[in-house]
């Protein structure tokens, strides 16, 4: 059994002129002590499944379908006394911006001592013990307990954010953009951090960005969204070296690669599609230069090759995803538009 099992969870945001379907029908796992990425663009849905995790969707947000299952327990439609419960102890969040995260008016060892009076039975020296050992975990000196927010860099705020996260030994953190608001050196310095508490304490680890490289780095597994659906997953070292996903491969180009010929990425054509009427088919379509007519029609067909998952109407049953078509990218959108609102026969 998986420490968390997402089955076909479903989440609708009620925005002006209908319903907005951020997360439609995906499943993926995590095991314990492994860490998996969740990979996309902004407003692909990957934060709303952190936060239906958490049971912290925004007021206009509800899920429904689905289940996500925690050490085998459903906290789809738990109680939220139940679910706090859950919070700290079982499951917590490292947000990108610390500064956002902590509070500015209280000492730094105050706000990871906190969460541990609250949610266990433990005296205040107990926990100042426990906090100080997070503290030179993390790599900060528990001398520093005593100071304020402002008074650390970015690098190390984050750092006090995840000695808060692990405060009550939680079994999964979840990292959403955690490094996104850091330099590069900083960046590798908390991903590096993240990796070792992993081994060390056996945690599991969802990591949610926008980064493919980020991903590669810290994660076993890795499973790339787009407008709300799992377009491709598997384990990294395949995704990364092979994407069988038309996206993926797209996202991969759109990273620049410092080793390589590659010096500045490409960008994706076209934006992430309306979301509270979708397309029809495959909702990458009209930025897709693979598309064929099945792409407009039809919701691509699940394929596994080794552990490796696709959904994909391009892809061979051996999972190999034939070169580009010749048509460009924007005479295609344009036939998707007039499909829309005609019969119009695509040329393949
Ligand atoms: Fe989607 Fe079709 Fe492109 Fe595959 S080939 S990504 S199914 S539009």
Known sequence: MSLLEITDLAVRF?????????????SFAVDSGEAVGLVGESGCGKTTVARAILGRLPANGRIVGGSIRLAGEELVGMPESQLRRHRWRDMSLVFQGAMNALNPV????????????????????????????????????????????????GGMRQRVVIAMALANRPKLLIGDEPTTALDVMV?????DLLESLRRELGLSLLLISHD??????????????????IVESGPIAQVYAGPMHPYTEKLLASTPDVRGERAIGTSIPGVVPD???????????????????ACLEIDPPELIVDGHRVFCHAVTHDGRLPPPRELPVLEHARLVADAETQSVELVE
Do not use: K, W
Request: proline fraction near 6%.
């Open 212 to 229: 493919l490289s980020v991903v590669a780095e810290t994660c076993d597994q890795a499973v790339v969204m787009y407008a709300g659906r």
């Open 187 to 191: 960046q590798a310095q908390i991903l």
């Open 14 to 26: 009620r925005v002006p002129g209908g319903r907005l379907r951020a997360v439609d029908g995906i």
């Open 275 to 293: 979301l509270v009427s979708p397309l029809a088919g495959c909702r990458f379509n009209p930025r897709c230069d693979r598309a064929m007519t």
């Open 106 to 153: 209280i000492r730094v060892g105050d706000q990871v001592i906190e969460p541990i009076l609250q949610h266990e039975r433990a005296t205040r020296q107990q926990a100042q013990r426990r906090a100080a050992e997070l503290f030179d975990r993390v790599g900060i000196s528990p001398a520093r307990m005593r100071d304020y927010p402002h008074e650390f860099s």
